[in-house]
């Protein structure tokens, strides 16, 4: 296993989880306590992700072409703009693009899904997607969730911003960035990877989500965002600021 031993396993505040997980059958492997404690532990690390405003262009670009070897591409060039505006805005007026975030991301992740699906109970496998994210929202006791995926507020707060100038903008035709994956999913993956599970190709996406904002991955180029300088939630866990030079391109 590949826990730590400088951080102490943290308890699980929720009573409900302690709940569940004595109902929890045993057709496939259980977590042990060690890996159940240690599910706040990567909880807290991606928060701290998801608040680190350092972008690093030399990491993320290496991460890119990672990505592209992965899923049998070609590198492709890398364009950085200034935000997710900029950029929609340039991909708005490219419809030739042929766009290979979806290719990426299903040769990493259901690679990543199958292995854990093999081993792991169903049950555990919850667990860890309502705990194991920094922005999930536990529903109810059966623990139903809404993920709220950074990526794609960066996605959908761009597009709305894009009609406001452009009011007949088709936002389908629009494509999805490759972060879409970025906290929810991969908190989820990276836990499972820091615990002993064969999904090393995670840290690929896990580099990427560390070292730039939005990435777009297409056919010979990949267009790239720096992170937000800062970025703030209202109470109900909103994106209300997203900062780009001193600049809510939200407002």
Same mark, same amino acid.
């Given at each position: #296993? ?5 951080? +102490? +396993?943290?308890? $699980? ?35 701290? $992700? ?23 591409? =070609? ?8 935000? +997710? ?6 991909? #708005? ?22 292995? $854990?699906?093999?081993?792991?109970? +169903? ?19 059966? %623990? ?7 990526? =794609?507020?960066?996605? %959908? ?40 599970? =064969?999904?090393? %190709? ?7 989500? %560390?070292?730039? /904002? ?16 800062? $970025? ?13 030079? /001193? ?5």
């Amino acid at each position: #296993m590949l826990l730590s031993t400088d951080i +102490p +396993p943290q308890a $699980i505040k929720r009573e409900s989880l302690a709940q569940y997980l004595a109902k929890v059958s045993t057709e496939r492997r259980k977590l042990v306590k060690l890996e159940v404690d240690f599910i706040p532990q990567i909880r807290d690390k991606w928060d701290k $992700i998801l608040v680190d405003r350092t972008t690093d262009r030399k990491r993320a670009e290496k991460a890119i072409d990672a990505c592209y070897l992965y899923a049998g591409l =070609d590198r492709s060039n890398i364009l950085w703009t200034e935000n +997710p505006l900029t950029a929609l805005t340039f991909l #708005m007026n490219r419809p030739d693009l042929v766009d290979v975030s979806s290719r990426i991301l299903h040769q990493i992740c259901d690679t990543c899904d199958r292995e $854990i699906n093999c081993q792991i109970q +169903p049950a555990f496998i919850d667990v860890v997607k309502a705990y194991a994210n920094p922005r999930a929202v536990v529903l109810d006791e059966a %623990q139903n969730m809404a993920f709220d995926l950074l990526g =794609d507020f960066l996605n %959908q707060v761009s597009i709305s911003e894009l009609q406001k100038s452009y009011p007949l903008l088709d936002t389908l035709s629009l494509p999805s960035a490759l972060q879409d994956y970025r906290i929810a999913y991969l908190s989820y993956f990276d836990y499972f990877h820091q615990i002993g599970i =064969d999904i090393p %190709q995670i840290q690929l996406l896990v580099d990427l989500a %560390q070292s730039c /904002g939005c990435c777009w991955a297409f056919e010979n180029i990949t267009i790239v965002t720096p992170k937000a300088s800062a $970025i703030e939630f209202n109470d109900r866990g909103e994106l209300i600021a997203l900062i780009y030079d /001193g600049v809510n391109i939200l407002k």
